[in-house]
């Protein structure tokens, strides 16, 4: 569940790591860096298997083949519909450049995935003050972490409720819309007011340093991941001084 920060049976990064991979990943396949070039081609496709290796090596095998899934249709359509169809349409010119951006966002949003799969609150929250992170960018941004797995137990019981009464998506459609999501959007109301009563019973927000029984700190895992950034990162440094 994502944010209840399970631990996996293999790696497990330090929070900071998986921050430094996802502002990586994410600025180099959204820029034009590496698009040209053999080294930058080689740098940007090592970036775009890093999602899957973290959630292989954590154990996650369901997640890693979702990921693969998911990159290979996006960007496996618009090379389909350039081989299949010679003379294209501006809608279908559109249609293939909106999945091939889709394919260079996909990397990134699944390492924010990975980040809320295998960390939790706690640990989130003790490794935003030992980098000094302002309080405005972490408080909200704990809040991620308790309120997926609220939503979705949330919805598991209405769902459960309704089908106790007959009413599934299938038999009716219209009715699963109201009688669903309509408590499901009145619950995330009340749920944002029990966060919010919640972080300032814990303390966020307070002026004394907080203390916490989280244990974080870098191993052996963490140098391999941010060796293999600074590799990409040099493979595209070289790729640019490379070219004329």
Same mark, same amino acid.
């Given at each position: 569940?994502?944010?209840?920060? #399970?631990?996996?049976?293999?790696?497990?990064?330090?929070?900071?790591?998986?921050?430094?991979?996802?502002?990586?990943?994410?600025?180099?396949?959204?820029?034009?860096?590496?698009?040209?070039?053999?080294?930058?081609?080689?740098?940007?496709?090592?970036?775009?298997?890093?999602?899957?290796?973290?959630? =292989?090596?954590?154990?996650?095998?369901?997640?890693?083949?979702?990921?693969?899934?998911?990159?290979?249709?996006?960007?496996?359509?618009?090379?389909? =519909?350039?081989?299949?169809?010679?003379?294209?349409?501006?809608?279908?010119?559109?249609?293939?450049?909106? @999945?091939?951006?889709?394919?260079?966002?996909?990397?990134?949003?699944?390492?924010?995935?990975?980040?809320?799969?295998?960390?939790?609150? #706690?640990?989130?929250?003790?490794?935003?003050?030992?980098?000094?992170?302002?309080?405005? =960018?972490?408080?909200?941004?704990? @809040?991620?972490?308790?309120?997926?797995?609220?939503?979705?137990?949330?919805?598991?019981?209405?769902?459960?409720?309704?089908?106790?009464?007959?009413?599934?998506?299938?038999?009716?459609?219209?009715?699963? =819309?109201?009688?669903? @999501?309509?408590?499901?959007?009145?619950?995330?109301?009340?749920?944002?007011?029990?966060?919010?009563?919640?972080?300032?019973?814990?303390?966020?927000?307070?002026?004394?340093?907080?203390?916490?029984?989280?244990?974080?700190?870098?191993?052996?895992?963490?140098?391999?991941?941010?060796?293999?950034?600074?590799?990409?990162?040099?493979?595209?440094?070289?790729?640019?001084?490379?070219?004329?």
């Amino acid at each position: 569940m994502p944010g209840s920060g #399970s631990r996996t049976t293999g790696l497990n990064l330090d929070p900071r790591t998986t921050v430094i991979v996802i502002l990586v990943v994410s600025s180099v396949l959204l820029s034009p860096a590496g698009s040209t070039g053999i080294l930058g081609n080689v740098a940007r496709w090592i970036l775009i298997a890093i999602p899957g290796l973290l959630f =292989l090596a954590s154990g996650l095998l369901a997640s890693a083949l979702r990921y693969l899934v998911a990159f290979s249709v996006l960007a496996g359509i618009p090379k389909l =519909l350039v081989l299949t169809i010679p003379e294209r349409h501006l809608f279908i010119d559109i249609f293939a450049t909106w @999945f091939g951006g889709l394919s260079l966002i996909i990397p990134g949003v699944t390492c924010c995935w990975y980040l809320l799969r295998t960390t939790s609150a #706690s640990e989130f929250v003790a490794t935003m003050q030992r980098v000094h992170c302002p309080e405005a =960018l972490w408080i909200p941004t704990s @809040f991620i972490f308790r309120f997926f797995p609220t939503i979705a137990e949330e919805y598991r019981d209405i769902r459960t409720a309704m089908r106790m009464r007959g009413i599934s998506g299938l038999r009716n459609p219209i009715a699963m =819309l109201e009688y669903r @999501f309509v408590p499901l959007l009145v619950s995330v109301i009340g749920i944002g007011n029990e966060l919010a009563m919640s972080a300032v019973t814990r303390g966020l927000g307070a002026t004394r340093h907080r203390t916490t029984l989280c244990t974080i700190g870098f191993r052996t895992g963490d140098a391999l991941v941010m060796a293999v950034l600074a590799t990409c990162l040099a493979l595209l440094i070289a790729n640019r001084i490379m070219l004329p």
